[in-house]
């Protein structure tokens, strides 16, 4: 088989071992918290805020009302609303500030991360743990092929996807209709 296809098959299996490992019990208690949130705000620094961008895209286009954090239309959290902050290192500086804002305005935070002892998820409320290997290659992290986070990026974008399968109660025609017409 070519290189170039043998390499993503790897990067799939690597995604599957993450994936099965992945608490369903968790992954139930984040989609309740997103039905029941009066608003979502999604969070996440570099590649971790893009995954969250293309998840928040999606919850728009399921109807729900969400928010990414740091766009100039955002306004501020409030009690009712969640935050989902993605860090796989859990340890960016942004996110423990934005849990910290959150929690003062007794809203709720949902974390996404590889670290189950981040200091961000002792002010969550929930985590999704991975088991997926950051850029910081710490010792109980799974050996991966691929550079910095990917392993966790393309864990979480799958995740969160599969997320939308279950909340999504809209048509492909529904959703479809509240994509941009401006492209
Ligand atoms: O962009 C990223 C980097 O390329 C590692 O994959 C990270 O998503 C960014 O540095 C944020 O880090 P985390 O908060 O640990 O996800």
């Given at each position: ?45 570099g ?16 109807g729900y ?8 239309v ?15 290192s859990?340890s960016?500086v ?21 670290n ?17 290997a ?50």
């Amino acid at each position: 088989m070519d290189f170039y296809k043998e390499t993503a098959l790897s990067c799939i299996k690597e995604v599957h071992a993450v994936v099965e490992k992945v608490s369903e019990d968790q992954l139930h208690y984040l989609a309740n918290m997103l039905t029941t949130a009066k608003r979502i705000f999604i969070s996440g620094e570099g590649r971790s805020g893009l995954m969250g961008k293309a998840f928040a895209m999606r919850l728009m286009h399921a109807g729900y009302h969400v928010y990414v954090v740091g766009e100039t239309v955002t306004p501020s959290i409030e009690r009712g609303d969640l935050l989902v902050l993605i860090s796989g290192s859990g340890s960016s500086v942004a996110a423990y500030d934005f849990a910290k804002k959150t929690r003062e305005k007794d809203a709720s935070i949902a974390l996404v991360t590889t670290n189950r002892d981040a200091e961000i998820g002792k002010i969550s409320d929930k985590l999704l743990v991975l088991p997926a290997a950051t850029k910081y290659r710490k010792t109980n992290e799974p050996d991966t092929i691929q550079p910095l986070g990917n392993q966790f990026d393309q864990s979480v974008h799958i995740l969160l996807d599969a997320l939308i399968v279950y909340l999504n109660q809209e048509s492909n025609e529904k959703m479809r209709k509240r994509h941009t017409n401006m492209e």
